[in-house]
């Protein structure tokens, strides 16, 4: 029996990500190869440098930076397909070198190398699921990113137990928890030319057929003549016409053309954004437990992203991490002990009570910490990569993504420098930078950002043509029927490369009005 199309595309974008697994591996996996004796011993009298430490880490988020500007030349020459291949290759030559190395700078390179290729794959992933889905569930495609990374971080804090544990002082202690990282890649580099290319990169690249018969593969087992099909193959000529008149894509239109520049602002922001809410300072707190909780959260957002919009849940996940940062401070601040048990002495309360209401404190900071970490992976992180990978034109997505996609490394290794000293400088007020941005992103996104569900991918440059510069409280801050823009592909009730104007979670059947429940 053959796969229903969604379940076959669903498929293939969730495969497309496992390069996420190695991205979100390498975050829990590092933490635990660190304080191994043997790693230690191997790097030599320079890892006494508190600096370079901090660089084995750091080095691989600069390496995902300067993966960018190479990724979006790739995708836009040899396909999507092929540039994440390329990613993956790059990946294993980093990994071998990492499990492989003999002193620091062999660390070094193998860190920075396995950022590059880790850098590629994040970011065509979701650009690829974003070009490959249903319109009724681009969302869920787009945020399997964050939850692959999920699946990589919880197998981390498990892995890097069990051969602490269990080969403590050994050369296999650190080694094999690095080696594990290259597995992911080994099935993506072989299998990923397998998956069908992107449509949109096939028709922007003039190859109409194929497009259109990769079309009936992802969305009508292999009938090229299904309306849903043609219709789709319609949508996306006519983009590619009005395009013509621009001529070749070019950085410089990011820059130039307004509804351009607003989405390429857009996106950079609430990339940028993500690491101002503090995920990297509170995620290593409680691992074990957060990696679930992380993970739970995770496929949340891929159950329910397409029916709650995009907007919502961003608004929300970062309104909530605001107040866990607050509740944070206030504990911080009243009580020290809370994180620094020694800053305070039994004496001072008598010891029954003071036991107690340590653990009263640390048990709220716990939970805060845990419902901070829900939020933020159910809202904020899968959102910042699926947002930005269905908003720009298939002529300038790989070169808008690359950009945005930096903003995200660019400033978790900003945050990832300055937290140590922050903390030994300021103590708990660093914790109110967190409290306040979360708010002021809130606040943001709220004002500015247009809801994309249920409009075809097709739509975005009239959406954000049309849409005014403060959208709340207008009709582009409204959810709309996730179903509504495949029903219209399949119906043909859509106008080529424009806008279509719906009523949030209404549609036309038979002729007659009906309201659609959103399940």
């Known amino acids: 029996m053959a796969l229903s199309p969604k379940v076959y595309t669903w498929l293939c974008g969730l495969f497309a990500s496992l390069g996420s697994i190695i991205f979100g591996y390498d975050l829990g996996v590092i933490a635990g190869v660190l304080p191994a004796s043997d790693f230690q011993r191997v790097m030599g009298s320079r890892f006494n440098n508190s600096n370079l430490q901090g660089l084995i880490v750091s080095i691989f988020v600069l390496g995902c930076f300067f993966g960018m500007i190479p990724v979006a030349y790739a995708a836009d020459y040899f396909g999507r397909r092929i540039t994440i291949q390329i990613g993956a290759a790059v990946y294993i030559f980093g990994g071998a070198l990492q499990t492989g190395a003999q002193n620091m700078d062999m660390m070094l390179v193998g860190r920075f190398f396995a950022g590059f290729g880790v850098g590629i794959m994040s970011d065509l992933a979701p650009l690829y699921q974003a070009e490959i889905a249903h319109p009724s569930i681009r969302g869920r495609l787009t945020t399997l990113q964050q939850f692959m990374l999920g699946i990589g971080a919880f197998t981390a804090s498990w892995v890097t137990y069990g051969c602490s544990a269990g080969l403590k002082h050994q050369p296999s202690e650190w080694r094999i928890p690095l080696g594990i990282q290259i597995i992911p890649a080994l099935p993506l ?111 949340a957002c891929v159950m329910w992203i397409d029916a709650t919009g995009r907007r919502g849940p961003m608004i929300i996940g970062n309104v909530v991490s605001g107040l866990s940062f607050v509740v944070g401070a206030i504990l911080m601040a009243r009580w020290p002990g809370t994180v620094d048990n020694n800053a305070v002495s039994p004496r001072a309360f008598g010891e029954s009570d003071f036991y107690s209401a340590a653990l009263s404190r640390h048990t709220i900071l716990r939970i805060s910490t845990w419902v901070f970490n829900f939020f933020f992976s159910s809202c904020i992180g899968p959102l ?54 979360g708010h002021t992103n809130a606040l943001f996104i709220w004002a500015f950002f247009p809801e994309t569900t249920g409009r075809r991918l097709e739509e975005m440059d009239a959406l954000f043509e049309n849409a005014p510069l403060f959208v709340a409280g207008t009709q582009y801050a409204k959810v709309g029927d996730h179903r509504a823009a495949e029903r219209d592909l399949r119906q043909g009730n859509f106008k080529p490369g424009d806008l279509t104007e719906r009523a949030p979670h209404t549609h036309e059947e038979g002729g007659k009005g009906s309201t659609e429940k959103i399940e």
């Open 189 to 299: 580099i072989s299998f990923i030319l397998l998956l069908p290319e992107s449509p949109r990169w096939l028709a922007e690249k003039g190859r109409m057929d194929e497009a259109q018969a990769t079309l009936a593969r992802l969305h009508a087992n292999g009938n090229i003549d299904d309306p849903f099909v043609l219709s789709q193959v319609k949508d996306i000529q006519a983009d590619i016409y009005k395009a013509k008149d621009i001529g070749e894509s070019s950085w410089t239109e990011l820059f130039t053309v307004p509804s351009n520049f607003r989405r390429l602002s857009l996106g950079y922001i609430l990339q940028f954004s993500v690491q101002m809410t503090g995920s990297s300072t509170r995620i290593l707190l409680f691992q074990s437990i957060n990696s679930i909780i992380a993970l739970l959260g995770e496929a």
């Open 384 to 437: 910042s990569w699926a947002y930005p990978a269905e908003i720009y034109s298939t002529r300038t997505r790989a070169k808008a993504t690359a950009i945005t996609s930096s903003a995200s490394w660019i400033s978790n290794f900003f945050i990832a420098q300055v937290t140590p000293p922050a903390f030994l400088g300021i103590g708990w007020k660093y914790y109110l930078v967190f409290a306040i941005c």
